[in-house]
């Protein structure tokens, strides 16, 4: 089974939304979860991550346009991107925080035009 398997991103213009779905497998089902992206050049950046309770915290550049939930009966974190930016442009990644470096999934592209 694969630990982690992310989907719903795609090409949308500046201001639009996207939603991305992380399937997860069982061993994350206690774990602070995450969402991740990497920019073209640059380094793999923690954008937002959730508790099991609920309890949620962003970076301020997505702060007001993101929303990270999970349905732990179904292992799946969600990522509801709104007002996108071309500066969102990224693969994104689920995980846990702290990361499992041997669980990475292939990511999902998210592509903002201007």
């Known amino acids: 089974q694969v630990p982690l398997v992310e989907s719903g991103g795609g090409l949308v213009q500046a201001g639009g939304s996207l939603r991305l779905s992380c399937l997860a497998s069982?061993?994350?089902?206690?774990?602070?979860m995450g969402w991740y992206r990497q920019a073209p050049g640059k380094q793999r950046e923690l954008v937002a991550r959730?508790?099991?309770?609920?309890?949620?915290d962003y970076v301020d550049s997505v702060l007001g346009r993101f929303t990270i939930s999970r349905d732990n009966a179904k292992n799946t974190v969600y990522l509801q991107m709104n007002i996108l930016k071309p500066e969102d442009t990224a693969v994104y990644y689920c995980?846990?925080?702290?990361?499992?470096?041997?669980?990475w999934g292939q990511g999902t592209q998210v592509t903002v035009s201007s």
């Open positions: 995980n846990s925080i702290p990361r499992r470096n041997d669980a």
């Open positions: 069982g061993i994350f089902r206690f774990d602070v």
């Open positions: 959730i508790t099991t309770g609920g309890t949620t």
